[in-house]
């Protein structure tokens, strides 16, 4: 079983930054693919960013520019840093991981959500 933990998350203004976290624990292989993603009041869950084990990244348009998605792969942690945050960006933050496991499957886990609210 595999748990991933978010934190950083609260209220800023508009114009304001915040570094969200994700720590992973438990029994797996490997880590693939981590990524962030959200969702707003009365929308669907999106893909705000993902990045790969070798660092490869992606962002959905809206964040290009602003926000910064980071890993360690000795500590099993994504970070997700947020600049120059819009009132729009206001959502609770999901972190997911593609989980190699010691039976060889490929498996997707989830964080509980961390509310970002962006409001002066």
């Known amino acids: 079983q595999v748990q991933l933990v978010e934190s950083g998350g609260g209220l800023v203004q508009p114009g304001g930054s915040l570094r969200l976290s994700c720590a992973a624990s438990?029994?797996?292989?490997?880590?693939?693919?981590m990524a962030w993603y959200r969702q707003a009041p009365g929308k669907q869950r999106g893909l705000v960013a993902v990045?790969?084990?070798?660092?490869?990244?992606n962002y959905t348009d809206s964040v290009k520019g602003r926000f910064t998605i980071s890993r360690d792969n000795a500590k099993n942690t994504v970070d997700l840093q947020m600049n120059s945050l819009k009132p729009e960006d206001t959502a609770v933050y999901y972190c997911n991981a593609r989980v190699l496991t010691w039976e060889k499957y490929i498996m997707d886990y989830w964080g509980k959500g961390t509310l970002v609210t962006v409001s002066s």
């Open positions: 990045i790969t084990y070798y660092g490869s990244t």
């Open positions: 438990g029994s797996f292989l490997s880590i693939d693919d």
